[in-house]
């Protein structure tokens, strides 16, 4: 349940210390019907952050309609299209490891998301050492670096003969992924 709000009060239990959180929630109907349910679990996940209002459509949703389109077109799944694109843009780091921790690094890696790539690619100098380059996925990139990976989605979408945006429109997402990066 996704939920907003203000923080209206923070009390400590005089006997017991509990710490109490008291918030006056915005969405009061979504709340009373998930409350019956949630006040029976015995631990919740709780997280609270400053809120953003949500842009209808920016550089990376863009550019996961897009790979979804292409997609379709091609046969294959959104991911792996996404995927390709990471290893194209060649936004990664080098790391050389000891070759038994290898599997451990390559899989808390891709743990980070679908476009967090880990490949292993070569023997290392030092003896019992891999050398694995770490794509990192499109949420970490810069201007530049999403601006040459959205491109190369859509050049790839129109030699399908896929409808995008026009280059005016292409631009602005790109101002706004930068204003986003920028402000957080």
């Not at 006997?15 to 709340?31: F, I, M, S």
């Not at 921790?101 to 743990?111: E, F, N, R, V, Y």
């Amino acid at each position: 349940m996704r939920l907003t709000g203000t923080i209206r009060d923070v009390s400590m239990g005089f006997l017991d210390g509990e710490c109490k959180l008291t918030l006056a929630v915005n969405e009061k109907n979504d709340l009373k019907l998930a409350y019956d349910e949630l006040s029976q679990c015995k631990l919740l996940d709780i997280e609270l952050k400053k809120h953003r209002k949500k842009r209808s459509l920016n550089a990376n949703a863009y550019l996961w309609v897009l790979c979804g389109k292409l997609a379709d077109k091609i046969g294959v799944d959104k991911e792996s299209v996404y995927r390709q694109h990471i290893l194209n843009a060649n936004v990664y780091r080098v790391a050389e490891i000891n070759e038994s921790a290898a599997d451990t690094l390559i899989k808390g890696w891709q743990m980070n998301g679908v476009g967090w790539i880990a490949e292993r690619v070569d023997e290392s100098n030092k003896d019992g050492f891999v050398i694995v380059n770490l794509y990192y996925g499109s949420s970490t990139y810069n201007t530049k670096q999403m601006s040459r990976l959205l491109d190369s989605v859509i050049e790839d979408c129109r030699e399908q003969g896929i409808q995008t945006i026009t280059p005016d429109e292409i631009s602005k997402l790109k101002s706004l992924w930068e204003a986003e990066k920028i402000n957080g």
